[in-house]
């Protein structure tokens, strides 16, 4: 009952526009409905963009969501052309939060002045009709560049809502566990009541391990869990 007629309940999505699809995370609404999110590498741009689908509960791809029931975001502009990939995605009051970095690598050279020069999280949100929102971020833009350290190695892997509203971040920077919060609900600056020196964001120490987070989730007090993965020892952190 899932899928296309003799698929085995599979379902496989070729975007002509692009090469190497990735889905890096799912969830599903409160109607059933079924998001995905990753990236793929964009023919026109030569980069790796964020993708986000949408499909209905038998598989077959929504229409209602972008036009086509999938959306290949492109910020094209000089200052964030990079390879942009989501990582995870969650929900938040119908709107659907993405999680992930933009980066100069990945078999590119580094770019020249007025880019990149190095990895940043990012954090996005879409509207429920697939559009991206831009009530949410720095300046209009629908999206916000959480960690500007420009350094490599900085990913987000995870994002929660607490129940306050307020946007958590996960993932590391030089691979060092590090979490990130956002001062609201939309995200329009770090929140610098989070972590050390007022910086919105905490650091996990791992002693001489190196590690990444890989998920989070919010107690009902507000206590965060994080989970991922530590090199030269133990292999969970929490």
């Known amino acids: 009952s899932f899928g296309p007629s003799g698929s085995n309940g599979t379902v496989i999505t070729d975007l002509e526009e692009c090469t190497n699809e990735r889905i890096r995370g799912m969830v599903i609404q409160d109607d059933g409905k079924i ?24 598989g ?12 290949i975001y492109d910020p094209g502009t000089a200052e964030v052309s990079a390879h ?13 939060l993405v999680a992930g970095y933009a980066s100069p690598r990945h078999g590119s050279p580094l770019p020249l002045s007025g880019y990149l020069t190095g990895d940043r999280f990012v954090v996005g949100r879409f509207t429920a009709e697939g559009v991206l929102d831009t ?21 987000a892997h995870a994002i929660a809502v607490q129940p306050d509203g307020k946007v958590l971040v996960g993932g590391g920077v030089l691979l060092k566990p590090l979490l990130v919060r956002c001062a609201d609900a939309d995200c329009h600056s770090l929140d610098t009541t989070f972590g050390s020196n007022g910086g919105g ?37 929490s």
């Open 35 to 58: 998001v995905v999110g990753g990236y793929c590498h964009l023919t026109s741009a030569d980069k790796d963009r964020f993708v986000i689908a949408r499909y209905k509960t038998n």
């Open 60 to 71: 077959t791809l929504d229409e209602t969501f972008s036009g086509d029931g999938k959306e």
């Open 84 to 96: 942009w990939r989501i990582n995870a995605l969650t929900l938040q009051n119908g709107k659907i």
């Open 135 to 155: 009530t949410f971020g720095s300046s209009g833009s629908g999206y916000f560049i959480a960690f500007e350290m420009d350094r490599m190695n900085t990913e």
């Open 201 to 237: 964001r905490r650091s996990i120490t791992l002693d001489s391990h190196l590690g990444i987070i890989s998920d989070i989730d919010v107690q009902a007090d507000n206590k965060i869990i994080a989970v991922g993965t530590a090199w030269g020892g133990a292999s969970t952190l």
